[in-house]
């Protein structure tokens, strides 16, 4: 009975105005960092820390809570919108949502991607409240072992995702660990890979490696476009929402996607240096499960395979109307066409 | 598949296999240690053994192919996607200036020349060309140094 109570007290601090206006200052501040590249939640905390200092403690702790999700949530639009995830964890947002902004559908990819985030992130924080701790107990019992076996499996099943070759498959992942491992061992402190140079002691971080992969691949590919004029079309706040049918195919993914991540959150243990090692072999894991569930599909081409993201809304059993974007759609016919 | 998709295959492995080798040799002064204890030099020479067996296996698929004939001369390929090659190498030289510059000069002095040159690659010339490269900077310089108070590196010169 104590803890409920502590939990209602809890709540109805947190549901005062001036804690609501907090949030929502935190959630903004968070969402526009987390959209600069390279600055995820916690350099957003970080820089913004200096702000709680004069805030009462409860009013500090939503503040950062907020920016921290807004942040987390700030990475995914610039890779829906350019293709140029911003931050580690939104890689996996650009295999379909930049495909929707190709399609027009860049409002209901965003709107899509919050709506999930809030599902997930309340999710989460459900399940901690009441479920933390027995499931900690069982995830204290994770050990080397179980870590090596996930991220083997994430690795393999994202052997799937990336090209019909199986052989190219496994080298691209090869090429992946190899510069992974560059720098210093953490179990014997010995320097891997580095060819003496200074500057590949601390390793080859992740941020530019994404900068590299994604932004120069799309600075390059937008240049075949530069000839192209964009055209104006009228835009209603309707055609910028998902629809029904697409909230409805959201919802199986967002629910899975928050359990999922809840208990991978759990695992104990250095979260970026997992991260910096492995990659994000867990959340392409599970992005192959979702796309063998026929709920999305993966276009590994990028923006020339037009035909193949039709496809993806004849599945959702709609036609679109006339999209919102319609240089969007025009560039991918030209390019597919070539 | 077509002659262009087969010869970038064959590059490819290649880079690769040479990639593999450098790996061995890098890693050939390492411990390797055992499956029950692994050393510093159990990963490095496992993946680099398993690149360069890959790029070999990737070599001998595609010398296969051509020799059952699956290498064509006509047309392209519905898997290919044609690269503008010129624009590339431009940008990663551009990206290679950059990285000059701003050791040399600082990273707002960078980004005005690597922001002129990229728009200049991109067809943009006269007033806009000049907007780009310094408003680019200029609000970097706002968001980054004034308003989150990171300072932006500055090069050896200035």
């Known amino acids: 009975m104590t803890g409920i109570e502590e939990i209602l007290n809890g709540f109805a601090s947190a549901l005062s105005l001036t804690n609501l206006l907090v949030c929502l200052a935190g959630v903004a501040l968070g969402t526009l960092v987390g959209v600069l590249p390279g600055l995820g939640p916690v350099g957003a905390i970080s820089m913004l820390l200096p702000l709680t200092f004069s805030m ?28 140029v995830p911003g931050e580690a964890a939104s890689v996996v947002t ?11 559908r860049a409002g209901a990819a965003l709107a899509i991607s919050a709506i999930g985030s809030f599902i997930a992130g309340t999710i989460g ?32 099943i994202l052997s799937r995702l990336t ?46 490696i994404i900068m590299g992969l994604y932004g120069l691949a799309e600075v390059i590919g937008s240049l075949e476009q530069v ?82 993201t039709s496809h993806l809304y004849d599945k959702l059993g709609q036609r679109l109307s006339p999209l919102p974007c319609q240089s969007g759609e025009k560039r991918a016919n030209e390019s597919g066409s070539r | 598949m077509s002659q262009t998709v087969f010869r970038a295959r064959v590059i490819t492995a290649l880079v690769l296999l040479v990639l593999g080798i450098v790996v061995l040799w890098q890693s050939r002064d390492l411990p390797f240690g055992t499956l029950n204890r692994m050393q510093a030099g159990f990963f490095p020479i496992l993946f680099g053994c398993l690149m360069s067996g ?43 200036l950059f990285v000059l510059v701003t050791n040399a000069f600082g990273f707002l002095a960078a980004s005005v020349v690597a922001m002129a040159a990229a728009g200049y690659v991109m067809g943009l010339r006269n007033w806009r060309l000049a907007v780009l490269s310094v ?24």
Request: hydrophobic share 45%; glycine share 10%; aromatic share 10%.
């Open chain 2, 54 to 96: 890959l790029s070999l296996a990737m070599l001998c698929n595609l010398y296969r192919s051509r020799k059952n004939g699956a290498v064509t001369d006509d047309g392209s390929h519905e898997d290919e996607e044609p690269v503008h090659l010129r624009g590339a190498l431009a940008f990663i030289a551009i990206f290679v």
């Open chain 1, 163 to 208: 090209d019909k070759s199986l052989i190219r498959s496994y080298l691209l992942i090869s090429v992946g660990v190899v510069i992974a491992l560059v720098g210093i061992d953490p179990s014997s402190g010995m320097l891997r890979l580095t060819f003496d140079s200074p500057w590949l002691v601390d390793g080859v971080d992740f941020i530019p």
């Open chain 1, 94 to 104: 650009t295999l379909d949502g930049y495909k929707m902004t190709q399609k027009g």
């Open chain 1, 227 to 308: 000839h192209l004029k964009p055209e104006k079309t009228d835009l209603s706040l309707k055609k910028l929402l998902p629809t029904r049918t697409e909230m409805k195919r959201s919802t199986g993914p967002i629910v899975r996607g928050g359990l999922l991540g809840f208990f991978m959150g759990l695992l104990p243990g250095p979260a970026k240096d997992r991260r910096k090692r492995w990659g994000e072999a867990p959340f392409f894991s599970f992005f192959h499960l979702e796309k063998s569930r026929d709920i999305i599909t993966i276009n590994e081409a990028g923006r020339k395979q037009h035909d193949q």
């Open chain 1, 56 to 83: 009462e403690p409860v009013s500090a702790l939503i503040l950062v809570a907020g920016v921290y999700f807004g942040g987390m949530y700030g990475g995914s639009t610039t890779s829906i919108l350019v293709n």
């Open chain 2, 135 to 158: 408003g680019t900077a200029a609000v970097i310089w706002i968001i980054f140094d004034v308003w989150l108070g990171l300072s932006l590196p500055h090069g050896a010169w200035l």
């Open chain 1, 125 to 156: 924080m459900v399940l901690l409240t009441f479920l933390a701790p027995p499931i900690a107990r069982m995830a204290i019992k994770f050990g080397p072992p179980e870590y090596f076996a996930i991220v083997l499996a994430g690795l393999l």
